[in-house]
Nanobody
Framework: QVQLLESGGGLVQAGDSLRLSCAAS????????VGWLRQAPGKEREFVAA????????YYADSVKGRFTISRDNSKNMVYLQMNSLKPEDTAVYYC???????????????WGQGTQVTVSS
C-alpha cells in the first residue's frame, strides 16, 4: 500500500555530496520504519539509515554514521538522505524503503522503490 519513488542519484567524485529524495504515497508510516537500503554490485542489499516514524528516532549503519543524515518532511510525505564525504565504497543502487519496525536493519523491507544509482569515483 506504500508506494515509494526515489531520485537524486548521480555520478560524483570521492568527497562530494548528494541528496537523495523519496516521495511516498498510499499507506501512512505511523507504524513503520522508513529509510534507505543500498545494494552494491555483487553484494547483498544492506541497511543504510531509517526513521522510526512514530517517534522520529533516527538510525544509521556504522559505515555511514557521521557522513549521512536522514530527514523527513511530514507535510510533503518526503524522506531525504543527505550524503556527505562520499567514498567509492558508497557506490550502489539506493532504495527508499519502508517496513515494520526492525525489518530495514536486516536489509529487507515490506515496500521499496525502483532505486537510484549512486556512483562515486576515486
Amino acid at each position: 500500500q506504500v508506494q515509494l519513488l526515489e531520485s537524486g542519484g548521480g555520478l560524483v567524485q570521492a568527497g562530494d555530496s548528494l541528496r537523495l529524495s523519496c516521495a511516498a504515497s498510499g499507506r501512512t508510516f505511523s507504524s513503520y520504519d522508513v529509510g534507505w537500503l543500498r545494494q552494491a554490485p555483487g553484494k547483498e542489499r544492506e541497511f543504510v539509515a531509517a526513521i522510526r516514524w512514530s517517534v522520529g528516532n533516527k538510525y544509521y549503519a556504522d559505515s555511514v554514521k557521521g557522513r549521512f543524515t536522514i530527514s523527513r518532511d511530514n507535510s510533503k510525505n518526503m524522506v531525504y538522505l543527505q550524503m556527505n564525504s562520499l567514498k567509492p565504497e558508497d557506490t550502489a543502487v539506493y532504495y527508499c524503503a519502508a517496513g515494520m519496525p526492525g525489518v530495514l536493519f536486516l536489509g529487507r523491507a515490506d515496500s521499496w522503490g525502483q532505486g537510484t544509482q549512486v556512483t562515486v569515483s576515486s
